[in-house]
């Protein structure tokens, strides 16, 4: 048989489902867009206050701390100039305004130092080392005054960031967690729908991987690329418009540089893409290896596999390595290079605006802004090539959880029934027809060929046949774990493909070969949470069940933990209380599935004990490879190659001598 192995992981998404992928994300961010607007919204103030502290640097250098330079000198009183102020050169000047408390000070002791200026004062700057210190401090008291007034401003600003950032960074993480809460309960719940075909295609690592890893990568996505995405692109442009209304020359010239900043970044956004899904696939695989070595350890140790399973894990592993080394090369190159233009940049800016300085075309407080500018300019280059490095990564997990979500693996509900009106739907089901039913797990191989029979109400019906023939498969048809290929399944006159499977499984029940039972208590694994069964009804069931004495030597009794399957419990142990489970379902029909293989005889004769009591009046499909189990079924069914070869009661197929007879005879 040919088995389909089905890793959705390894499938290839186009390039061009980018943005499909981010679009069929917005369902997930609807419910928070209010979140996400506020967030959004934090990150224009942001912005602006990040774009407003270099323009102070700017204000405090040209209007407090260097005067603004002219071509002129200023008249003096009498229409000449100062003796100290040729006026063949360019000259800084220093405005004083009329109350200047200094001012009368000075103009009584240096009178040729001043001149009128436009109703106030000036001085030559470079007059100003004529004056003592103490006269140069009283003099320019009005502008530390004004660096002060600018200092608290730029604190204030300071400390608003602070704050903003704070709120912005709590809104956006309290969004993505809840985003990321949706997002793991849809696929969890779509998991949970899924046919059996589909696990018996994929690994659990792999879908454990999905619920874990993969959506884990998203929430880098929707709490620091979704809103600081916004504040890169609204700062950049901020930026850009800075520079040009301060200098448009200047910023031209700066931005020569932003091709190759814009070449590398397509290189970088070229090639990380493919490392980040070959990453994802790699962890996946590891995952796989890991929890298949966990789940067949014993078989590994008893074989003596360690170093062929050491080899090839060893072997996945460096390729997850060199995975990771070419994603660390490309980064390694990439940032630096960033780095590398940026520097090229700001020298570019520093020769032009020096030049222009010294020919007194432009403030010094221009040239530093600019240079503060540029520098923040590159930062959100830089983020934005980190935040592609994040998406391309969440991109990637994106595609195998869409990939999950969008497999029709899920067997299909009718879409005329709800869930809740069929589950309040207490009918007994008191009659299954199976006519001619096909199956095949892989087209081309069938299963199961023609099966046609009828169950009465409260009759047992026995399986019997080789390993193989179909038996199993003809019970999780029944559970509608499958839907048949070809023919019908009718209960209580209904085809099965329009019963809901909730509606259908609350009235069933499996008690199968290796019994699982789930972490937690064994009150849970019994009566499922928010039930409400009393006491005497819960000591009931267990004494049915003949595992009352398994759970009052337990030191907790029902409360007592369970390891990761029953673990700690033997096998036994683990079938009484499946059973005790059966019967707290008050089910109409029991699927027993080899439900007494591997258990010793004291053991065996009390499950028995129990499975006679849970099947009394109900409807009980047997599935049995030991034919002394099913001798007083009501009904046998022979399978063989997936048909039925022969039906009847137990001394009606031994009279016949064919194949139920040789069986028989073979196993003594």
């Not at 293989?597 to 004291?602: F, G, P």
Request: glycine residues 6%; charged residues 20%; proline residues 5%.
């Amino acid at each position: 048989m040919q088995h389909d192995l089905g890793y959705f992981e390894e499938g290839q998404l186009d390039k061009r489902r980018d943005f499909r992928l981010l679009g069929r994300l917005l369902p997930f961010l609807s419910p928070y867009r209010a979140m996400l607007a506020a967030s959004i919204g934090l990150v224009v103030l942001l912005t602006v206050l990040d774009l407003t502290l270099p323009y102070l640097t700017k204000i405090a250098i040209d209007r407090y701390i260097v005067p603004l330079q002219t071509d002129t000198v200023p008249p003096n009183g009498n229409g000449g100039v100062p003796a100290q102020a040729p006026a063949a050169r360019t000259t800084r000047w220093l405005l004083l305004a009329s109350d200047n408390p200094a001012l009368p000070a000075i103009r009584d002791r240096h009178p040729q130092l001043l001149v009128r200026q436009d109703g106030g004062w000036a001085i030559a700057y470079h007059d100003l080392a004529q004056l003592s210190p103490e006269e140069r401090q009283r003099l320019r008291r009005p502008d530390l005054n004004g660096l002060l007034l600018i200092a608290a401003v730029y604190l204030l600003m300071v400390i608003m960031d602070f704050v903003l950032n704070f709120i912005q960074k709590m809104t956006m993480e309290r969004a993505g967690h809840l985003i990321m809460h949706d997002l793991r309960m849809t696929l969890f719940e779509r998991v949970q729908d899924f046919s059996m075909n589909f696990f018996a295609r994929n690994p659990v690592a792999r879908l454990v991987t999905r619920v874990t890893n993969d959506v884990q990568n998203m929430h880098e996505l929707f709490t620091s690329v979704l809103s600081m995405l916004f504040k890169d692109l609204f700062l950049l442009l901020g930026i850009g418009i800075v520079l040009l209304a301060m200098n448009w020359r200047l910023a031209l010239t700066a931005f020569t540089v932003l091709p190759l900043v814009i070449l590398a970044s397509w290189w970088f956004s070229r090639r990380v893409r493919d490392v980040f899904r070959l990453l994802r696939i790699k962890v996946a695989e590891i995952n796989t290896r890991f929890a298949e070595t966990i789940g067949g350890i014993r078989v590994i140790q008893s074989f003596r596999r360690e170093a062929d399973n050491e080899e090839r894990f060893q072997r996945l592993n460096h390729e997850n390595y060199q995975a990771g080394m070419e994603q660390i090369h490309i980064l390694a190159i990439f940032m630096p290079l960033v780095e590398v233009l940026g520097v090229i940049t700001v020298a570019i800016v520093i020769l032009y605006g020096g030049g222009h300085i010294l020919s007194g075309d432009m403030t010094l407080g221009i040239l530093v802004a600019f240079i503060s500018y540029l520098r923040m300019f590159f930062r959100p280059i830089r983020d934005l090539s980190e935040k592609y490095n994040i998406l391309q990564n969440a991109l990637a997990s994106a595609e195998r959880l869409f990939l999950v979500m969008d497999s029709p693996a899920m067997l299909p509900r009718p879409p005329d029934v709800r869930k809740h009106d069929s589950a309040a739907d207490d009918t007994p089901l008191s009659h299954i027809a199976f006519d001619k039913v096909s199956f095949s797990y892989i087209p081309g191989e069938p299963v199961l060929r023609d099966i046609s029979f009828e169950v009465r109400a409260g009759s047992t019906i026995a399986l019997v046949g080789p390993t193989g023939s179909g038996k199993t498969t003809l019970t999780q048809l029944l559970g509608r774990f499958h839907l048949p290929d070809a023919g019908t399944i009718r209960i209580n006159g209904r085809d099965i493909r329009e019963w809901h499977p909730d509606a259908l499984r609350r009235r069933m029940a499996m008690v199968m070969q290796d019994p699982f039972l789930f972490s937690g208590s064994i009150r849970d694994n019994i009566i499922p949470r928010g039930d409400d069964v009393p006491p005497e009804t819960l000591h009931n069931i267990l004494a049915a069940a003949n595992c009352l004495d398994v759970v009052t030597r337990l030191p907790q009794g029902l409360d007592t933990p369970l390891a990761e399957g029953g673990a700690s419990l033997s096998s036994g142990e683990r079938q009484l209380l499946s059973i005790a489970r059966a019967f707290a379902r008050r089910p109409d029909i029991i699927i027993l599935d080899e439900a007494t293989s591997y258990i010793d005889s004291e053991t065996e004769n009390r499950i028995q004990e129990a499975l006679q009591r849970l099947t009394t009046g109900r409807t009980t499909f047997v599935v049995a490879h030991r034919l002394s189990t099913v001798r007083h079924a009501d009904h046998i069914i022979v399978l063989h190659h997936g048909e039925i070869i022969e039906a009847g009661n137990h001394a009606d197929l031994m009279a016949r001598q064919t194949f139920y007879y040789r069986l028989q005879h073979l196993q003594g």
